[in-house]
């Protein structure tokens, strides 16, 4: 089992910033990825970011240059700084976490992040 707790979530004008951070615990010895995902109300969870090892990382088209995923392997930690925030990256973030082999996808239980106009 793994457990993840996010944080950093809150209100925000537009063009502002925040970092979320999601901190791993349990059975954390075999992480193979983490990244980032957000729902907006009456849509569907779409990916953020990811990062797999300590460099590797993929980015929606819709947060590339604004957003920075990177990790901290000895805290357990992975970030999420967002730069340049839009009324529409409004939604609950969530951490996920995929371990293995054999697979396994855990996720916290969500972070809001409000862009004001």
């Known amino acids: 089992q793994v457990q993840l707790v996010e944080s950093g979530g809150g209100l925000v004008q537009a063009g502002g910033s925040l970092r979320l951070s999601c901190v791993a615990s349990?059975?954390?010895?075999?992480?193979?990825?983490m990244g980032w995902y957000r729902q907006a109300p009456g849509k569907q969870r779409e990916l953020v970011a990811t990062i797999t090892g300590r460099t590797s990382t993929n980015y929606s088209d819709s947060v590339k240059g604004r957003f920075t995923i990177s990790s901290d392997n000895a805290k357990n930690t992975v970030y999420l700084q967002m730069n340049s925030l839009k009324p529409e990256d409004t939604a609950v973030y969530y951490c996920?976490?995929?371990?293995?082999?054999?697979?396994?996808?855990?996720w916290g239980q969500g972070t809001q992040v409000t862009v004001s106009s």
């Open positions: 349990g059975s954390i010895f075999n992480i193979n990825s």
């Open positions: 996920k976490t995929v371990v293995g082999p054999p697979w396994y996808s855990y």
